[in-house]
């Protein structure tokens, strides 16, 4: 007698649809893929080559095509500007991690007007476009003195902090209170709990946030040149990229492709170390009940 649990085949139907699927998002795949190898052909190519064939494969010897990745170097100031970028990535996105997760772990837990008028705001700031603020914050920045690295990590948690809190948030409101109530019942002091407890469970959430924020600020170009501008001791890589453009409009696209391709490679690795993590946290990071 056959079980009423079995389990049901997928039918003809299906299974072509689930190919049809495959094939679209392979496509879509190659699509988004173009770009990167439309650079990364022109930065073995000459300037001129790249203007009359942008499309076409590089010809000649391949080393000569090195030769655009020693001018970047040379001329951009390439080395420093890694420096800086590591190091305002790296601070800002520990700063939005670290403060982020505790700001929405209170205003989720502790239920009063002001919290939730809080987290209003943070969502609100979301919508905002960043063109409506950008002139009046680089001002502030310099009235502030935060044209310089330490000061652009500052902003950055202003600008990232709205997203994270929002992750966070949705995250922690599906932890039962029973573990928090447990923690407390032992002893624990509401800051026990949060580090001892409540952070250990953020993990996926946090791994999603450092990794929506990493790539954001590694490549972010707008905010760096409005606050730090043509300052030479702090460039990073995005402002020195651009300063390849000369005078009257004249541009060394050769050197340019060249550092974008050293520009791209760390992030591409990074995230395809870490792209897993993103939907797990995202998953994670959905508000149940």
């Known amino acids: ?53 942008p499309f076409s494969l590089p010809t000649g010897d391949l080393f000569a095509g090195f030769t655009n990745y020693s001018t970047g170097l040379q001329l951009s100031g390439f080395a420093r500007a890694i420096g800086w970028s590591l190091f305002i990535t790296i601070g800002s996105v520990a700063v939005i991690v670290f403060l982020t997760a505790m700001t929405a772990y209170y205003i989720t837990r502790v239920k009063t007007w002001w919290t939730s008028v809080i987290y209003y705001l943070f969502a609100f700031s979301m919508i905002a476009p960043f063109q409506l603020v950008m002139f009046p914050t680089s001002k502030v920045a ?42 407390y019942m032992d002893g624990c002091s509401p800051l026990q709990t949060y580090f001892k407890v409540v952070m250990p469970l953020l993990k996926p959430t946090a791994v999603t946030v450092a990794i929506l924020n990493t790539m954001w600020v590694w490549n972010d170009y707008l905010l760096p040149y409005l606050v730090i501008g043509n300052d030479e001791r702090f460039k990073t890589i995005p402002i020195v990229i651009q300063a390849l453009t000369g005078s009257n409009g004249n541009k060394d696209l050769g050197a340019q492709m060249a550092m974008l391709v050293l520009a791209i490679i760390p992030i591409v690795i990074f995230y395809l170390f870490s792209q897993k993590h993103i939907i797990e946290g995202v998953a994670a990071g959905a508000v149940k009940g």
Request: aromatic share 10%; proline share 5%; glycine share 10%.
């Open 1 to 53: 007698m056959p079980s009423s649990t079995a389990i049901a085949k997928p039918s003809g139907s299906h299974k072509a649809g689930q190919n049809i699927l495959v094939v679209l998002l392979g496509i879509l795949s190659l699509i988004w893929l173009v770009p990167l190898a439309f650079i990364l052909l022109n930065s073995f190519k000459g300037r001129l080559h790249i203007s009359n064939s």
């Open 142 to 183: 310099d009235l502030l003195g935060l044209a310089t690295p330490w000061g652009m990590i500052v902003l950055y948690l202003g600008f990232g902090g709205a997203l994270s809190v929002f992750l966070f948030a949705g995250f922690i409101k599906s932890i039962p209170l029973e573990i928090e109530e447990a923690a």
